[in-house]
């Protein structure tokens, strides 16, 4: 794995790549504490959280739900912008426009208390625009109107399945990404990728090293811990921690950065509850366990998906099945957010 030049990802973690962004966030703060030599930095302050890791659930940019609040968290990360009809035209959900007054309305409800709202481009359905959009300019230009119509400077890519495979698309999108942060210098970028006990797979790692091709400046990588396979029966939370030890000594050299660097560079996303993965099943002492772990190591934030399925089932019994709106284990509602921000 090439290790040189990579210096520049993780810009919120290691200074000299680029200015401080400024502005209330959860992602990694200017310096992560130390400098590009590791020495301390004198202007590094936590973000969120006393221990610096912030609670930042999905949420659903079209729906409200009366779980979005618990936890107070310090940022939503509002699921998801994808292409409207196979197109270059962002939507919400490939259903709802990007400037939907319902949604506006939603954003500033969420944001009233000083949170902040970050775009979440992809996830596991429809098309991402990097798949659809022609050219970087037109898809920098698709990136910015979702941007822009919540007023956000915080941007999240979800990228797995198919798109994560596709060369063409992954080196579309680091042009547009590094195109519009030229325009837009306070622009956070977060990379959502899937993560096993064994680290991030090769396809994980070459789209970070599209992203340093291009100069592209990431503050986050984060890590989904969930959907592991069927031989991963058991303790979902160690599971988890697993998955972030072995990506963080990924980074640690991917990146060239510290210790503190890596960690602080890293977010932290689980499924709560069941899974349609046979066995596996993340439950609130797992979800007590990562919170712990992240603020041992200084994590940037961490998630879950997703605060619409933060409540026990209508009947009350568990379930197998990974549910749209409820998470299939016992549970007061609201539990898994307490138990991820505190």
Known sequence: MP????ACLFALAVTGCSADPGGTSDAAP????????????????PSGSGSGTSYAPYVSAVEADANDSAGS???????????GDSDCTPEWNGTNAVG????????????????????????????????????????????????????????DFDI???ELTDSASVALRSQAIAALQEERPDLEVSFTLPVMPSGLDSDGLALLASANKYDVQVSTVNLMTMNYGESYAGDMGGYA????????????????????GAWKGMALTSMIGTNDVAHETFSLSDAAQVRAFAEQKGISWVSM?????D????????????????????????AFAEAFSQ
């Open 241 to 260: 921690i697993t998955s972030a030890t072995a990506a963080q000594a990924q980074l640690k050299k991917v990146f060239g950065t510290t210790d503190a």
């Open 30 to 45: 200017s310096a992560a504490g130390e400098r590009a030599d590791g020495s301390p930095s004198p202007s590094a302050s």
């Open 160 to 162: 797995e399945g198919d």
């Open 305 to 309: 998906w997703s605060t619409f399925r």
């Open 100 to 155: 939907d007054a319902a949604v506006k309305s939603r954003v500033a409800a969420l944001t009233s208390s000083g949170a902040t709202a970050r775009v979440s481009f992809g996830g596991a359905s429809g098309k991402e625009l990097a798949a659809t959009c022609d050219s970087a300019s037109d898809l920098a230009k698709a990136y910015g109107e979702a941007l822009d119509a919540v007023g956000s400077s915080q941007a």
């Open 73 to 83: 968290p310090t940022t939503y990360n509002l699921a998801f912008v994808i292409s």
């Open 3 to 6: 290790t040189a030049g990579f």
């Open 311 to 334: 409540r026990a089932c209508e009947d009350g019994t568990a379930s197998d099945d990974a549910l749209t709106n409820c998470s299939g284990v016992e549970q007061s509602a609201g």
